[in-house]
């Protein structure tokens, strides 16, 4: 498994934009389907984005396509998530997650590994 800790969340204006970075433990990291995720109090958690081990395949919630990138260094164990285009309908608590060599799944309980979360609020 690898350890994830993220960071970039923050306050910002419905149009704004944010980049949320996750960084990992393990060298390994090349090798792990990473995504992004969110959740809201009471409500169960929301799949985002993913990308492959190599960054060369990426998949996206319909709600958030287009306006959302998912990219990885490996050299740097880093996965992004830039959000353009910040929407109310935004706010939650991001969490990253890993999960090994497993490409597909955009369900939360095919992701092994997660991080502690950072919060994003869009405020209208």
């Known amino acids: 498994q690898v350890q994830l800790v993220e960071s970039g969340g923050g306050l910002v204006q419905a149009g704004d934009s944010l980049r949320l970075s996750c960084a990992a433990s393990?060298?390994?990291?090349?090798?792990?389907?990473m995504g992004w995720f969110r959740q809201n109090p009471g409500k169960e958690r929301e799949f985002v984005a993913a990308?492959?081990?190599?960054?060369?395949?990426?998949r996206y919630a319909d709600s958030v396509k287009d306006r959302f990138t998912i990219s990885r260094d490996n050299a740097k164990n880093t996965v992004y998530l830039q959000m353009n285009s910040l929407k109310p309908e935004d706010t939650a608590v991001y969490y990253c997650?890993?999960?090994?060599?497993?490409?597909?799944?955009?369900?939360?309980?095919?992701?092994?590994?997660w991080g502690q979360g950072t919060q994003v609020t869009v405020s209208s």
């Open positions: 393990g060298r390994t990291f090349s090798s792990y389907v």
């Open positions: 990308i492959d081990w190599s960054g060369g395949r990426t």
């Open positions: 997650a890993a999960e090994y060599r497993s490409w597909g799944s955009s369900r939360s309980f095919d992701f092994g590994s």
